[in-house]
């Protein structure tokens, strides 16, 4: 069975921390996709991943950093935490460039304070 | 640029009652077209998919056809549940050098009471 796994449900955090959230799939898919969720506005993206060590800004990149060191893990990073990055962040991935199912995790919900 | 527009919610129903969510587009060339669900605390899952158009996507009761002419992919259940309480995201893939990224719309809040 398909997985992704995100490091954590629930996060507080203090504004101009250094935040990392972390993904894991198991799929050997090549794409992988971080988003958040926002009541009324859908999902927005914020980057994604081809490859390994390739990344592309969505829709929403600004204070958001990504890597992508092995192809199974994608992590998120806010440089210095804010008060509007609060947020569900949910990760995706899928296999091919073609437009295709995204498998998600579970979400990881952060409370920025 | 695509774009995805969903009915406004949230939507309450009776057990047993009739659905439709509708959904249009905007997209250049032919994208594929998806549905997605999301229960309470959980991710998102894919609930059907079309790929090109007059297909016919369907799933757990649930079903969306493809119609380029309109361009909408609106989704419905004859009768639906308790269980089918969730968020419904309407979606699409453009294809090319996208990467497989898909644009979704703003969700659909549904609740059904027995």
Not at chain 2, 92 to 103: D, E, I, Q, R
């Amino acid at each position: 069975d398909v997985k992704v796994t995100q490091s954590s449900r629930y996060l507080v955090k203090r504004t101009g921390e250094k935040v990392f959230l972390e993904c894991v799939q198991d799929m050997d898919h090549e794409n992988m996709f971080w988003y958040r969720q926002d009541p009324g506005l859908g999902l927005r993206l914020i980057y994604f991943s081809y490859d390994v060590k390739m990344k592309e800004k969505g829709d929403i990149p600004e204070g958001y950093s990504v890597s992508r060191e092995k192809k199974e893990r994608f992590s998120l990073i806010l440089e210095s935490a804010s008060t509007n990055q609060t947020s569900m962040y949910l990760c995706a991935s899928s296999l091919t460039v073609s437009p295709d199912t995204q498998y998600f995790g579970p979400g990881t919900r952060l409370t920025v304070l | 640029g695509n774009s995805v527009t969903q009915m406004e919610g949230p939507v309450t129903l009776s057990e047993e009652a009739f659905l439709t969510i509708n959904c249009t587009y905007t997209a250049t060339g032919y994208p594929s077209l998806f549905w997605y669900v999301q229960y309470p605390g959980e991710g998102l899952q894919l609930l059907l998919k079309a790929t090109k158009a007059d297909d016919k996507g369907s799933n757990k009761g649930f079903e969306a056809t493809y119609r380029k002419e309109t361009t909408s992919f609106h989704l419905e259940k004859g009768s639906v549940q308790v269980s089918d309480s969730a968020v419904y995201f309407c979606a699409l893939g453009a294809g090319g050098t996208s990467y497989g990224k898909l644009t979704f719309g703003q969700g659909t809040i549904l609740t059904v009471h027995p």
